[in-house]
């Protein structure tokens, strides 16, 4: 099973930044893309970034480009998200999600950690 666990959520006032952290552990066999979503009260869950696990390939959502950049650590299956410039509207829970396999014959699948809260106001 393929575990993720996320950290560095806060509260922060517009205009500063935070840094997530996504670490997989358990059983991966690969990986294909990890990335970022995020949920607001009563909206659907937006994709935000993802990076490739072959070429390094990233995709930002309109919303964060800019603002927002996505990396990862291979050797420690780790993948961050520095946010700056953050806006009110940014506020939601933010989600890391791993594409891959848990085993080498196993479907690939997506995985998601539980959520970390980003609220930003002043």
């Known amino acids: 099973q393929v575990q993720l666990v996320e950290s560095g959520g806060g509260l922060v006032q517009p205009g500063g930044s935070l840094r997530l952290s996504c670490a997989a552990s358990?059983?991966?066999?690969?990986?294909?893309?990890m990335g970022w979503y995020r949920q607001a009260p009563g909206k659907e869950r937006e994709l935000l970034a993802t990076?490739?696990?072959?070429?390094?390939?990233?995709n930002y959502a309109d919303s964060v480009k800019g603002r927002f950049t996505i990396s990862r650590d291979k050797a420690k299956n780790t993948v961050t998200l520095q946010m700056n410039s953050l806006k009110p509207e940014d506020t939601a829970v933010y989600y890391c999600?791993?594409?891959?396999?848990?085993?080498?014959?196993?479907?690939?699948?997506?995985?998601w950690g539980q959520g970390t809260q980003v609220t930003v106001s002043s």
């Open positions: 999600n791993v594409n891959g396999r848990a085993r080498r014959f196993s479907s690939r699948s997506d995985y």
């Open positions: 358990g059983s991966i066999f690969s990986i294909y893309a």
């Open positions: 990076i490739t696990d072959g070429d390094g390939n990233t």
